[in-house]
């Protein structure tokens, strides 16, 4: 099945400066990737996606990259505001006959510090 | 519009007991998939019904099951409650059945005590 591995674990950053979080998964069939935000106590939500077609998409502060080749996508926050800080999560569905079953990182806490 | 919504909020239960947690998707959502999300981890596959149907099951033991009304709601079921299924239980509807733009209860959080 798929394995998604996310790092750092825990990120600390000045506000106004950018944060990077990176994941890597193992199923080369794997087509879509999400990144969720989730906050202390509430639901995770979905921030930005990509599909396996494009490289690089960007909505605002948050951008995500992938490399089909090395099999790993990366968000990419700049500009940023306490209000980011939370858990983010990456992740992958289990191959193309599988592409409901979405395998999640193990999550990178924020913190942004004023 | 309504989002995705569970119950109950919070349950606190006995080892060896039975639960059932409720889910409802978003109006015109036809998919419903449950996720374990244990303390400081990310959420684990569990079930997904599609048009009613189970359409797969993650790597979790038979005590958990579910089902899906005709109205899309859905039930998941665990028996012979263990400590470590203490957890998050989080629903997620879609449209059409695919990982793509899951939208997510605010979950049940389980104790088991």
């Known amino acids: 099945g798929e394995n998604v591995e996310q790092h750092p674990s825990t990120l600390s950053v000045q506000e106004g400066d950018s944060a990077v979080i990176k994941c890597t998964y193992s199923d080369s069939a794997s087509n879509y990737f999400p990144w969720y935000k989730q906050e202390l106590g509430k639901r995770p939500q979905l921030i930005i996606d990509i599909r396996s077609n494009v490289g690089e998409k960007k909505d605002q502060r948050i951008a995500v990259t992938l490399n089909k080749t090395a099999k790993h996508f990366s968000l990419h926050i700049t500009e940023t505001q306490p209000e980011d800080s939370a858990v983010y999560f990456c992740?992958?569905?289990?191959?193309?006959?599988?592409?409901?079953?979405?395998?999640f990182g193990a999550g990178t806490t924020v913190t942004v510090r004023a | 519009d309504a989002g995705v919504t569970q119950s109950p909020t919070h349950l606190i239960k006995t080892r060896g007991q039975q639960v059932t947690l409720r889910c409802s998707p978003i109006s015109g959502h036809k998919s419903v998939s449950w996720y374990q999300q244990v303390l400081g981890q990310g959420p684990q596959f569990i079930f997904q019904y599609y048009e009613k149907e189970e359409r797969g099951r993650g790597n979790f033991p038979d005590r958990f099951s579910a089902r899906q009304f005709p109205n899309y709601s859905s039930e998941l079921n665990v028996n012979a409650l263990l400590l470590g299924d203490s957890a998050l239980y989080l629903c997620?509807?879609?449209?059409?059945?695919?990982?793509?733009?899951?939208?997510f209860g605010s979950g049940t959080r389980l104790t088991v005590v």
């Open positions: 997620a509807s879609s449209w059409e059945g695919k990982g793509y733009g899951y939208t």
């Open positions: 992740a992958a569905p289990r191959g193309r006959s599988n592409d409901y079953k979405l395998s």
